[in-house]
């Protein structure tokens, strides 16, 4: 590799987005402090030129940096997730931080220095780069979870993150180095053959998949690598969980998808009832565990650890041997709604909180649908969505992912999934219960900034359950024979 | 093209209650009246849209009519996901039901509902799209859209506007009903994926599924609707919904939400899977008679009247299901023609009961007596109503379940006779609970000073009444045309259940 290579054509978009977030680091210097919606603004417009740019770079040749990255159709279908994720952060944000006596240039950076891994990570087709895009991913979100200065559990949330991220970075580190004892490469594509050409040494392999697995597990939040989840989720800002939970799991997901089924591809029969039953267990425990709980804050924590579950299953749906166009779409489709939904849903989770990390019980959302009721309207579309109710994009991501299971022929798993949806009926249907059924005197905050990203996020929740062909559309052009 | 679909007359019947909603939404909340009438208004509209419909059907052809056919998704790869509308004589007196309840429901609940008024009609009009859309879908994909989009609406009716109990209540009804749906919705993607097609008719053309495979299947759907009749031992959600729900809720939920299931078996159990039905037959019929004596045996000590009414649609309901899996012409056109029955007289019990309920703020029974004195039109309509409810010929309920009895006795899928004979016990168990009621309510001298001044209807509640007695009347005495309109369609169903009889008996 030489710096030659660093312009190749299909590096634009990362490389694109790194300058502006450097360039913005230096340019926030100059912006005046009771001004820094401007950085916010200037943020939105990188992101959006990166948008661009993806668009404008689709169709390159995929290979660079001597076959290290890789970015083809299913990278760039997420690096649009990513940046309509960044996007939809940095508008939740703009108030946010301003109420809470937060905001500093740099949180901007630090969102899209996070995209950055996650774009890396999308890409990745060598073990090393899995590994660099993990920790460019991660070490912004350990700064953002202790955003909150001088509050104890903010601090709290990042230290844990933190020290769990660690261990788990190096369960990842170990395992790469087993497969690479095993197989002499780091390179996905050369570890695969070498997997084929019978060369490699099977209990260091298999060693070496299952560390893999906890690392990447940890970043997605599976069962049992779970634990972190809820804590960290509770004592962050609220707008930075919303990115975690979107965000984080999309970039941990594109690498499992990645490294399962390109390097591990050979010996797919082995892993893949893991997944299953990983998936199986996500869904479960997620599910029961978000029944009980009474913060608002919690009960997402334990929601999105479902919704791990639920993509994973289409980790699972490739099924007996390549990960099928159709399985890798319903992923891409699943993560594309319920990053609108879940970004709304924290939308309203703000609007409804006073100041930072307070009135997060569910309680608190007592009488809602009285008080504002536009705002109590898109929260119903948003919870049903979540549940996975028709007309929502929620019902059309559930339908496609257990279609693809099924396809596959994991029928068992397919039910795991619609049980552990009427489970989770019971705690969505309980906010909804609180907002109309109960009486209270709840005060939501709406700046339009948030109002703006609640109202584009609950219209693409409705409108692309009701007619998501051209999203779909997306997906399918994008994703098609890769794997 | 576009233009066409949003115009053709399946698409407005569905969809027009939409309007109404739309202009709801910028109506503001104080002026009540105006929300009432635009929301009433909206509703009676969509009947005369359905009524244009009825004018376009031909019920010699029985095939699907008025068709509309629009590609909706594609998953890539998988099969493609149509917006499919259409009807036939199964499904039009189901979907003239509907039409004509709401408005009457709607009109019956403008005094009893008085908070919140906007929110309520916005709620019901989006039921009654989801409704009309479940008869209506020939698409999987899109009847389970319809199917589950109805449990909303039915939510907050009874979650909001119900009785002490509501919130309990309302989200039993939602997890029980979603409980059978999502066995359902794996049935659906199965179909979708190994026949590729999630289009009814084309399913229906195709066949072809192994029998065993159908037993798997038919089990799934049977989940789904089972629950929603509710059949016996399915059916406890029933009665904490009705008693709960506002007055109009239980009149929609008795009225045309329990067809969905028995209109579900029609179409997808008998026609898509016709061995397997055969199959399960008399363990159908089985349950369908236990539901008939068994909602009988609890409607008769009840106290509450809503309780009772409520324990009476098992009953009922029964009847329904033991004329559909008679698997013959008889049974089947019976237990449509019951369904229609059914909407109709306890429809007009719920309104009745919440006239009174309205007027003395309890429906236990003992706390009246001799209310035919006090109120002598209410109690008359009153009595004619429990006579259809428990099928005195002349009136409706006797056309219905006699047809049904009569096919249930000559039915080769049941093979016996002792299915008909118990649900005939069912007919003297509901002439017994219905009578007790009445003579508990209305007979004997008025023992509690409070009904001493109850006024008797006004022109409102008469408005809302006298439709549905005409119509009890009207089949009572000529259901020909009600046949008629059913008659090719279930002819063309019974002849393919009638081949496959024959092979399964040969």
Do not use: C
């Amino acid at each position: 590799m030489n710096l030659a290579d660093l312009t190749q054509m299909v590096l634009r978009p990362i490389g694109f987005l790194g300058l502006w977030a450097s360039i913005l680091l230096i340019v926030d210097l100059w912006i005046p402090k009771d001004r820094k919606t401007i950085t916010g603004w200037l943020t939105l417009l990188g992101l959006a030129s990166t948008a661009i740019v993806v668009a404008y770079t689709t169709g390159e040749d995929p290979v660079a940096m001597g076959g290290m990255v890789k970015a083809d159709g299913f990278a760039y279908m997420l690096y649009y997730i990513f940046l309509l994720v960044a996007a939809l952060t940095v508008l939740l944000s703009m108030s946010y931080i301003e109420k809470n006596n937060i905001e500093r240039g740099e949180f901007y950076s630090l969102i899209l220095f996070a995209t950055i891994g996650m774009m890396g990570m999308a890409m990745a087709n060598d073990m090393i780069v899995v590994f660099v895009a993990l920790e460019v991913l991660s070490i912004p979100l350990y700064v953002l979870a202790g955003y909150l200065r001088g509050k104890a559990e903010s601090e709290e949330s990042a230290m844990k993150y933190f020290l769990l991220g660690a261990f788990a970075s190096a369960f990842l580190v170990y395992g790469i180095a087993l497969v690479f004892g095993a197989t002499g490469t780091t390179n996905l594509e050369a570890i695969s053959a070498a997997i084929e050409g019978g060369a490699a040494n099977r209990a260091y392999l298999y060693g070496g998949i299952g560390l893999i697995l906890v690392g990447l597990g940890f970043k997605v939040a599976t069962v049992p690598f779970h634990m972190w989840t809820p804590d960290v989720y509770e004592g962050a800002p609220s707008v930075v969980t919303a990115f975690f939970s979107v965000g984080a799991k999309a970039g941990g997901f594109a690498a499992l998808l990645r490294v399962l089924y390109v390097a591990f591809e050979p010996v797919t029969a082995d892993w893949a009832p893991v997944i299953a039953i990983l998936s199986a267990l996500t869904m479960i425990f997620g599910n029961i565990s978000a029944i009980t709980q009474t913060s608002i804050k919690r009960m997402l924590a334990y929601s999105s650890i479902a919704h791990a579950g639920y993509i994973l299953m289409a980790g699972v749906a490739g099924g007996q041997g390549a990960l099928t166009d159709f399985a890798a779409s319903a992923a891409a489709f699943y993560l594309v709604g319920y990053a609108f939904t879940n970004m709304g849903t924290w939308g309203i989770v703000m609007a409804v909180e006073k100041e930072a990390n307070t009135n997060n019980e569910i309680a608190s959302f007592a009488g809602l649908g009285k008080k504002r009721p536009m705002l109590a309207m898109a929260m119903v579309v948003l919870m049903l969505s979540l549940t996975g109710l028709p007309p929502t994009i929620g019902f059309v991501g559930k339908f496609y992912i257990f279609t693809a299971a099924i396809d596959a022929g994991y029928m068992w798993l397919a039910l795991v999934g619609v049980v552990t949806s009427l489970i989770s009926a019971y705690y969505y249907l309980r906010v909804i219960i609180v907002m109309y059924m109960q009486d209270g005197d709840v005060e939501a905050d709406l700046p339009w900034t948030l109002s703006l990203a609640v109202g584009l996020t609950t219209i693409a929740t409705f409108v692309f359950g009701v007619i998501p062909q051209s999203l779909l559309n997306i997906g399918n052009d994008l994703i098609s024979g890769i794997f | 093209m576009f233009l066409q679909v949003l115009t053709a007359t399946l698409t407005a019947v569905t969809f027009f209650p939409l309007l109404g909603v739309l202009v709801l939404l910028f109506v503001p909340n104080e002026r009540e009246d105006t929300i009432r009438w635009i929301a009433i208004g909206t509703a009676l509209i969509t009947f005369v849209i359905s009524l244009v419909m009825l004018g376009q059907y031909n019920a010699a052809d029985p095939n699907m009519q008025l068709e509309v056919l629009l590609p909706w998704m594609n998953f890539g790869g998988g099969s493609t996901i149509g917006f499919h509308l259409g009807i036939d004589g199964i499904s039009i007196l189901l979907v003239l039901l509907t039409t004509f309840l709401i408005p009457l429901a709607m009109f019956g609940s403008w005094t009893g509902i008085t908070e919140r008024v906007k929110e309520y009609y916005i709620f019901f009009l989006l039921l009654e799209v989801g409704m009309i859309g479940v008869f209506l879908a020939l698409d999987l994909f899109l009847f389970y859209v319809f199917w589950e989009f109805t449990l909303v609406p039915m939510y907050f009716l009874v979650g909001i506007w119900g009785g002490k109990q509501r919130m309990y209540a309302a989200i039993k009804f939602f997890l029980y009903t979603m409980a059978g749906s999502i066995l359902m919705l794996l049935a659906i993607m199965w179909l979708g994926i190994h026949q590729g097609t999630f289009d009814v008719v084309e399913l229906i053309a195709k066949g072809g599924i192994d029998p065993s495979t159908q037993r798997w299947l038919f089990l799934a759907f049977a989940a789904a609707f089972a629950i929603k009749v509710p059949m016996f031992p399915l059916h406890s959600w029933l009665p904490d919904a009705h008693v709960q729900a506002p007055t109009a809720g239980s009149v929609i939920l008795a009225g045309v939400m329990l067809k969905l299931g028995t209109y579900g078996f029609v179409r997808f159990n008998l026609s898509m899977f016709p061995e397997a039905s055969l199959h399960f037959a008399p363990l159908m019929a089985t349950l369908a008679v236990i539901g008939i004596i068994y909602g009988a045996i609890v409607s008769y000590p009840q106290q509450d009247v809503k309780k009772l009414v409520a324990y009476s649609s098992v009953s009922h309901l029964g009847f329904v299901m033991l004329g559909l899996f008679a698997l013959n012409e008889q049974g089947i056109q019976g237990a449509i023609l019951q369904m229609v029955n059914h909407g109709i007289s306890t429809g007009a019990l719920f309104l009745l009961v919440g006239m009174v309920y309205e007027r003395r703020h309890t429906r236990d029974m003992n706390e009246y007596g001799g209310l035919w004195t006090v109120m002598p039109v209410y109690g008359t309509l009153m009595l004619i109503v429990s006579l259809s409810s428990m099928g005195l010929p002349g009136l409706n309920g006797f056309v219905g379940e006699f047809t049904i009895l009569l096919g249930a006795f000559g039915s080769e899928a049941l093979g016996s006779n002792i299915y008909a004979i118990f649900a005939a016990a069912g007919v003297i168990l509901a002439a017994i609970y219905m009578l007790t009621m009445f003579q508990k309510m209305f007979l004997g001298p008025v023992t509690n000073e409070k009904n001493k001044n109850l006024e008797d209807l006004n022109w409102r509640e008469l408005v809302v009444i006298i439709p549905l007695l005409v119509l009890i009347f009207w089949i009572g005495l000529y259901p020909a045309p009600f046949f008629n309109l059913m008659g090719a369609s279930v002819d063309q169903l019974t002849a393919s259940l009638d081949a496959v009889t024959a092979v399964a008996l040969r």
